[in-house]
């Protein structure tokens, strides 16, 4: 009987290493899009604030953040996304298993993980296909409280947010709060 176990346990070892190693590549290459990605907003944003403030950097954030999203996943392979528990954009709405894992997350958070660490992948079957599917969360910075914030929000912005997205739940974050998530999939 004792046998029996050890050997159903080097089968299950020997199955699942070359299965974890093919997962450390693939979280190595969505983190590097993800860097890729962060850099092109950002640099977009610092660039809408610099020529006209918040109020214009919004329209950069609102026109450019999806056509970035959408050239990342093009020339990548993968398809890249931002969701949140809190969406200012209903198209990041969070799908259940986003919800579930930006969940868990907060959970760390509150147990005392830094944020910047917190990430989370998987291997399922969709259609009959692999999927690898990856979320890294997204601190939020000071510079984000320009439009995430709370009372600090200047009204200018308030009210350009509220005729962009009137159902915005994207308000009222502070420094270091999870403001959403990265999600990246790709087929395997
Ligand atoms: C100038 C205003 C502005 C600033 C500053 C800003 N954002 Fe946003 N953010 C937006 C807008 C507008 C959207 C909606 C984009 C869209 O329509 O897809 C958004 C969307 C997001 C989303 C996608 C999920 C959602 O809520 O729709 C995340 C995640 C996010 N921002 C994180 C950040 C982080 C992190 C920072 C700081 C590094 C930041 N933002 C700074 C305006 C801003």
Known sequence: MKNRILITTALAVTLTLPAMADNQENIMEARK???????QLKTELKKGMKEGGPVNAIDVCHDKAPGIADSVSASSGWTVARTSLKPRATSNSPLPWERKVMEEFEAKKAAGA???????????????KKLFRYMKAIPTAKV???????????????MRLKSLYPSDRARGFKEGDIRGAFVLKKTL
Do not use: M, R, W
């Open 33 to 39: 899009i993800i860097k890729q990605f962060a850099t």
């Open 114 to 128: 830094d944020p910047k660490t917190l990430d989370y992948s998987e291997v399922v079957e969709e259609d009959g």
């Open 144 to 158: 984000c409280l320009n439009c995430h914030g709370g009372d600090n929000v200047k009204p200018e912005v308030v």
